[in-house]
């Protein structure tokens, strides 16, 4: 395995729910489980959504990566 670089220990490491302080790792460590398919799924896993923005600032974010998650593997099996 390769290592990671700065940018991509960075980007990981990225806060997605501002509310909650959830990475991005948190989010797409969550995408490689089988029941998780959706932005809903995405906040009932890791918890994004649910501070007191109500899922306003990440989801948008969540969505996107559930967007390249289904671009590069088949998200519908």
């Known amino acids: 395995m390769c290592p ?8 990981r490491r990225r806060i997605v729910c501002i509310c909650r302080a959830i990475p991005m790792f948190r989010i797409r460590d969550a995408l490689r ?10 906040n009932r896993i890791t918890g994004c959504g ?4 109500g899922g306003k600032r990440c989801r ?3 969505e996107e990566v559930l967007q390249e998650a289904s ?4 998200l519908t099996s």
Do not use: A, F, H, M
């Open 4 to 11: 990671l670089s700065i940018k991509e220990i960075k980007e």
């Open 33 to 42: 489980l089988p029941d998780c398919r959706t932005v809903e799924d995405v």
């Open 50 to 53: 649910r501070g007191d923005c």
């Open 60 to 62: 948008p974010v969540i």
């Open 71 to 74: 671009q590069s593997i088949d």
